[in-house]
Structures are given as C-alpha cells and as structure tokens.
C-alpha cells in the first residue's frame, strides 16, 4: 500500500486551497481576503477566481526559497507559450499554464533538509524526492474540480519520458497525457538555465542544444519531438523570460 507521509505545510496548504475553494463558490457582493504569510489577497468573483488561487497556491507551494518561487512563475508563462504554439482555446491554454506552475506541488511532503542540500542527492534522497509526482497529485484531486484534475495529472505525469525511461508509472509515447508533455519540456528548460547551488545557469543557446541534441544525460528520445518544435517556434518569447 502507498502512503504519503505529509509535513506541516503541505497539510496547511491543503487547508488553504480548500478555503480558497469554499470562497470562490460563493457569489457575494464583497470581496473577502485571505491572508497567507501576511500578505492579503482579495478573493474577486468565481471569473478570475482560478488566477488568484493559482498564485496563492503557488506561493505556498514553492515558499522554501525564492529561486522555486520564481521557477514556479516561469513554468506557468512557459507553458503558456508551449500551449498558444499548439493553437489551443485559451481556455485550455490557461489550465496548462496553471498545471505547470502547480506542477512541483507535492514537494511540500519532501522534507526542506532534503529539498534545501546544497549538493546532489545520493540515492535514498532522490527516491524521496521522486514521491513528489504522486503526492502532488493526491493533494490536488482531493477538490475534484476540472482545472485542478488537469494540474493533477500534470504533477503526476511531468517527469515521465517519451521513450518511457521517466517516472513514476514508465509511460511511453502518447500514453503520456499531452498537458504533461508540455509541462516536462518546459521543466528541463527551466532546470537547465536556473543556477543552483552545485550548479551554474546555461544559456539559452545551450539549453536549446542539450534539449535538441542530448548531453549524455539528457536525451531528445526521452521529449515528445512535437514539443521540441513549439519550443523551437516560441524561442524568441522564451529566451525573454
């Protein structure tokens, strides 16, 4: 049996979002606010409800530094820009764009000693880390609404491959849901430009390359080749980031 051992903010979270839920189903006359951190944030009426989650939930989400907060608000224009090369309704657009800034959600139930270690993980810990994708996904399905199910297969499935060499179910091919192929390549890209602490930022003209051409370590066989091309088409607007 999977059991998820959840931390203390992860459980807030989950507490959080649900509020914000209950808030944006009611249609009132005021704007009710929810404070996060000290910051207050107005709740407007059920149309733009999404956007306002959306950032709260991310804040919450990647508040264990500022370089994952900011990770989490590029994945959501990268995947806006994946998505519009695909001609796709806005609508669809903006639930791929909320999917990849949810995306790393589940880190919440990995501990901060081991998301915060200044050098690579050894096994164990990268096998903690991996628990992410499902974790993610639990935490999201609980509100069962359709935007948030697509975030939620996107936290699950944004590290498989398209060679089926990823995690955590091995999917190959189209057996990857298509939001999640989007999602994984913009993740590489961000991964490969953000500096970490055991390693430097590359430049765009060098991450383009490992995508397209592999580095030993990265493959183009493990990318869907439709989402190298959108990423391609949408290089300019990406490299502005």
Do not use: W
Request: charged fraction near 20%; glycine fraction near 6%; hydrophobic fraction near 40%.
């Amino acid at each position: 049996m999977h059991m998820v051992v959840f931390t203390s903010n992860y459980v807030h979270l989950s507490s959080i979002i649900e509020s914000l839920f209950c808030l944006s189903c009611r249609q009132t006359l005021t704007r009710p606010s929810v404070i996060v951190h000290g910051d207050s944030y107005p709740m407007p009426h059920l149309a733009i409800d999404q956007e306002i989650l959306t950032k709260v939930v991310a804040r919450l989400a990647h508040a264990h530094d500022d370089g994952t907060l900011q990770h989490a608000t590029r994945m959501a224009e990268l995947g806006r820009l994946l998505a519009q090369s695909q001609n796709l309704p806005v609508g669809e657009i903006e639930i791929i764009s909320l999917g990849a800034q949810l995306h790393d959600v589940g880190k919440n139930a990995v501990p901060d000693a081991i998301l915060m270690k200044p050098g690579r993980l050894d096994e164990i810990e990268r096998s903690i880390v991996a628990r992410h994708t499902v974790s993610g996904y639990e935490l999201l399905r609980e509100f069962r609404h359709p935007s948030i199910d697509m975030a939620a297969e996107v936290a699950l499935h944004h590290h498989e491959c398209f060679d089926g060499s990823g995690y955590p179910a091995g999917l190959a091919g189209q057996m990857i849901p298509s939001h999640a192929r989007m999602v994984a390549v913009a993740d590489v890209y961000d991964a490969l430009r953000a500096e970490r602490p055991y390693k430097a930022g590359l430049s765009h003209a060098a991450t383009m390359a490992i995508i397209t051409k592999g580095d030993g370590r990265t493959s183009p066989q493990q990318i869907d080749p439709a989402v190298i091309q959108a990423l391609q088409q949408q290089e300019h607007a990406i490299q502005a980031l």
